[in-house]
């Protein structure tokens, strides 16, 4: 079984390679704000699971089935960073609460979500008036007439 802290040990690491093209054990410590002992311990268990390849003095490599998971994790956080900005959530406060809500979602609502973005994003005009006028309401606590409340 996968823990929410093995899923952060994955994502990271996917991000980190895929930035830097190489991760060393400083490297994740420095992303998760951790020891360096406790980036060995974790690192040690994601091996014993098949999800990393990790050597003392190497650098850290994730498994076809890490990259797989580290993936489907990337994927869920962008598109519930996504989500919260469009709904006019700091860019800030959407990366934090991503980051907790990556762990709790099901496959149900998270579907849901991706349908949202996409369906809003591959709307015609460049922000539908609706959602112009949820971002007013936010800000003063005021309802605009859209043209569908006439």
Known sequence: MITKRMEDYLRVIYEILHYNGS????????????????????LEKLNDLGLIIYKKREFIKLTKKGEEIAKGLKIKNEFIVRFL?????????????????????????????????????????????WLKNFRFFCKYKKRLRCKECY
Not at 23 to 42: G, T
Not at 113 to 128: A, G, H, Q, S, W
């Open 23 to 42: 991760v060393r054990i400083k490297d994740i410590a420095s992303k998760l704000n951790v020891k360096p002992s406790s980036v060995v311990e974790m």
């Open 85 to 129: 900005k469009l709904l006019g959530v700091s860019h800030k406060t959407a990366i934090e609460d991503a980051h907790k809500m990556e762990h709790i979602l099901s496959k149900e609502t998270l579907d849901r979500i991706k349908d949202f973005i996409l369906y809003v994003e591959t709307c015609p005009k460049p922000i539908p008036e």
